[in-house]
């Protein structure tokens, strides 16, 4: 399997840590000398291990945005 390269280029926040210290981060990542995106997934401590996750350009931040922002949370849909 090929070596993913990566550069974390800025931290925008954590949404959540798991028991064994991996944290859930939303991060403008490069991957491979790619041009940046916004990257949701969960980092081990010193970034060198990862989850699977989503990587998003920034037509489908804004879209996501516009969906988060009319979402309307009841108490039975989400957990």
């Known amino acids: 399997m090929a070596e993913v390269k990566f550069e974390i280029l800025q931290n925008l926040g954590v949404l959540s840590q798991g028991s064994r210290g991996w944290q859930k981060e939303v991060n403008i990542v490069s991957w491979n000398g790619r041009p ?16 699977k996750g989503v990587t998003l350009n920034r037509e489908e931040v804004e879209a996501l945005g516009k969906l988060l922002q009319n979402l309307e949370l009841e108490d039975s849909e989400v957990e």
């Open 36 to 51: 940046p995106k916004v990257d949701i997934r969960d980092w081990d401590a010193d970034h060198q291990r990862m989850g």
